[in-house]
C-alpha cells in the first residue's frame, strides 16, 4: 500500500513557477512508476507527467513539454513537479499517483494504471 499527499499548490500570476510535492508513506513507493495529473473544472483528469521508478526516465504530455519538470526522491519517498511560465490553463486540482504494478519496467500514461492517488492540490494560474 502506498499513500501519498500533496502539497505546494497555491494561486500565481502567468509567467510564474510552482513546485508540487508528493510526499508517499509505504515500503514499495521506489518500486512503483509515479505520475502527474490534472483536472480543471469541467473537464475529465489528464496526464501530465511521470517517472519511472529509478528516476532515470520520464515522460511529459505536450502540454507540459519545456515548461514541467518531473522528479523524485527515493530515499525521501517523495516526488515533485517543478512548473515554470504557468498559463492560465494550467489551472486545475494536480494529483499525484502511484502505478498499481511494482517494477513494471516502463513508464505508463493512463490513469486506470495508477491505484494509489493523493487528494490533490489547486492550482490556479491568474492572467
Known amino acids: 500500500q502506498v499513500q501519498l499527499i500533496e502539497s505546494g499548490g497555491g494561486l500565481v500570476q502567468a509567467g510564474g513557477s510552482l513546485r508540487l510535492s508528493c510526499a508517499a508513506s509505504g515500503h514499495t513507493f521506489s518500486d512503483r512508476v509515479m505520475g502527474w495529473f490534472r483536472q480543471a473544472p469541467g473537464k475529465e483528469r489528464e496526464f501530465v507527467a511521470a517517472?519511472?521508478?529509478?528516476?532515470?526516465?520520464?515522460y511529459y504530455a505536450n502540454s507540459a513539454k519545456g515548461r514541467f519538470t518531473i522528479s523524485r526522491d527515493n530515499a525521501k519517498s517523495t516526488g515533485y513537479l517543478q512548473m515554470n511560465t504557468l498559463k492560465p490553463e494550467d489551472t486545475a486540482v494536480y494529483y499525484c499517483a502511484a502505478d498499481r504494478t511494482e517494477r513494471r519496467g516502463f513508464i505508463v500514461t493512463f490513469d486506470s494504471a495508477y491505484d494509489y492517488w493523493g487528494q490533490g492540490t489547486q492550482v490556479t494560474v491568474s492572467s
Open positions: 517517472i519511472s521508478e529509478s528516476g532515470i526516465y520520464t
